[in-house]
Antibody, heavy 120, light 107 residues
Framework: HVQLQESGPGLVKPSETLSLTCSVS??????????WSWIRQPPGKGLEWIGQ???????NYNPSLKSRVTISADTSKNQFSLNLNSVTAADTAVYYC????????????WGQGTLVTVSS | DIQMTQSPSTLSASVGDSVSITCRAS??????LAWYQQKPGKVPKLLIY???YLDSGVPSRFSAAGSGTEFTLTITSLQPDDFATYYC??????????FGQGTKVEI
């Protein structure tokens, strides 16, 4: 049973880098059974897919964020992370990490979400 | 990139009603579509995967159908617990796996 837990600063200054980590339990991040994903939701708005790391190591990013985002895995800690640089207030959101079953058509686990506010 | 158009954006209904929400893809995505329910302040909950498969523990009053570019989520006999926002998400090809804009089901 896969479980996810986000961690990272709740407040980031404009122009700096937002860095979040998702700790994974119940499966290895190197498993071919899952893809690793980040999603965000600005206050009062809908869900926005940020991108993901396929088990093959290939990334797929939202084109609107692609120039600023990196998703990577730390296999020694069984974690995957999100880095979003040059943040502005528009990046204020609840950030969710997600494990998607490969070929599962949407099945998988969610982290509980963490609010990140961009403000000076 | 594949765009997902969800409609309506808001749906007013009463307990006991049957309602349907539509999600249209700009390109064919076969059956690579999921539906989620989200309540305020909560993590989205998977209802349907692969366009029509009910996730474990989801009540049978939820059903979904479709393939290719048009998909529908139907809730029969709305219950008070069903008033929430619903999202579709595609998993087609290597395109960004975008969400629909959401449908708020309200009284």
């Amino acid at each position: 049973h896969v479980q996810l837990q986000e961690s990272g600063p709740g407040l980031v200054k404009p122009s700096e880098t937002l860095s979040l980590t998702c700790s994974v339990s119940g499966v290895s991040v190197t498993s071919g059974s899952y893809h690793w994903s980040w999603i965000r939701q600005p206050p009062g708005k809908g869900l926005e897919w940020i991108g993901q790391l396929f088990y093959s190591g290939i990334n797929n990013y939202n084109p609107s964020l692609k120039s600023r985002v990196t998703i990577s895995a730390d296999t020694s800690k069984n974690q995957f992370s999100l880095n979003l640089n040059s943040v502005t207030a528009a990046d204020t959101a609840v950030y969710y990490c997600r494990a998607l079953e490969a070929g599962g058509g949407g099945r998988g686990a969610w982290g509980q979400g963490t609010l990140v506010t961009v403000s000076s | 990139d594949i765009q997902m158009t969800q409609s309506p954006s808001t749906l007013s209904a009463s307990v006991g009603d049957s309602v349907s929400i539509t999600c249209r893809a700009s390109q064919t995505i076969a059956d690579w579509l999921a539906w989620y329910q989200q309540k305020p302040g909560k993590v989205p909950k998977l209802l349907i995967y692969k366009a029509s498969y009910l996730d474990s523990g989801v009540p049978s009053r939820f059903s979904a159908a479709g393939s290719g570019t048009e998909f529908t989520l139907t809730i029969t006999s709305l219950q008070p617990d069903d008033f929430a926002t619903y999202y579709c998400q595609h998993f087609g090809s290597d395109s960004p796996w975008t969400f629909g804009q959401g449908t708020k089901v309200e009284i």
